[in-house]
């Protein structure tokens, strides 16, 4: 697993399967793992590349804004070799940082995809990542960790599969709670709008139709503001498609991947 020396530190990145670049980013509630039940399909086809964002894994934290985050994984095209062809899809804070690459460095991407994700949060939104940045910052995850769960995944969801509560648990619990913390305030400043219209390139938004955390409306009106960008819901899924619908998932990213420039 690569440790890529990038400006600003530290990023970890695991690669596996051959084709066209595919880049991989994570929420914030999850990690890389997160998109092993889709993994299989998609390197099949792609060379697939799961990163560690800033403050996750071995990469080293960053601080707000979330342009910070997008030139750290903008730093790891060069080193990857990766070429003008390579998509990106974000889940979640993932989502987020693309669209942030996307606007800052879209010369790096063929395609983009918004996993639950959009361009900017109302007041109520900001004041929940401020309020996850308090409580980690004065408590540890542990403080975070009940919110964080229930942010990720629908009532439904979680009573058909308990056991993912203690594995949302585990993974939140290994975070450093300061770097954490500075992902929520990121999100809680974040601003994207402003640059929606400069993208160029096509652009999938996908929305879990019971996401809380990032509320289809976000999607729908990041959708709205590129032009040519298409907008998918998943019913019955909260914040986590790769977890909660991957076989849905895969039936509406493949062939925007596959299709024709």
Do not use: W
């Amino acid at each position: 697993m690569p440790r890529l020396d990038v400006p600003g530190g530290v990023i970890e990145v695991s690669q596996t399967g051959n084709g066209p670049d595919l880049v991989l980013l994570h929420s914030l509630l999850t990690d890389k793992d997160a998109f092993q039940p889709i993994l299989p399909a998609l390197a099949a086809r792609h060379r697939v590349s799961l990163v560690d964002l800033p403050g996750f894994g071995a990469s080293t934290p960053a601080a707000p804004p979330i342009e910070t985050f997008a030139d750290r994984i903008a730093a790891i095209f060069p080193a990857l070799g990766l070429g003008a062809d390579t998509a990106v899809m974000g889940n979640g804070f993932g989502a987020f940082i693309a669209v942030a690459l996307a606007e800052r460095h879209g010369a790096l991407l063929r395609r983009l995809v918004v996993c639950d994700g959009g361009a900017a949060f109302p007041e109520a939104g900001r004041a929940a990542f401020r309020t996850m940045a308090e409580k980690a910052s004065a408590g540890g995850m542990d403080a975070i960790v009940d919110i964080a769960v229930q942010r990720i995944f629908h009532p439904a969801y979680l009573a058909a599969h308990p056991q993912a509560i203690d594995e949302r648990r585990a993974v939140l619990r290994k975070l450093d709670p300061q770097a954490f913390a500075a992902c929520c305030r990121a999100l809680e400043t974040m601003d994207l709008r402003p640059g929606l219209a400069a993208l160029r390139m096509p652009v999938l938004v996908i929305v879990g139709a019971l996401d809380a955390a990032t509320p289809p409306p976000l999607g729908r009106a990041l959708a709205d503001a590129v032009a040519g960008a298409r907008y998918v819901e998943i019913p019955d899924c909260g914040h986590c498609p790769p977890l909660e619908a991957p076989d849905e998932l895969l039936a509406i990213l493949l062939p925007f991947l596959e299709a024709a420039a």
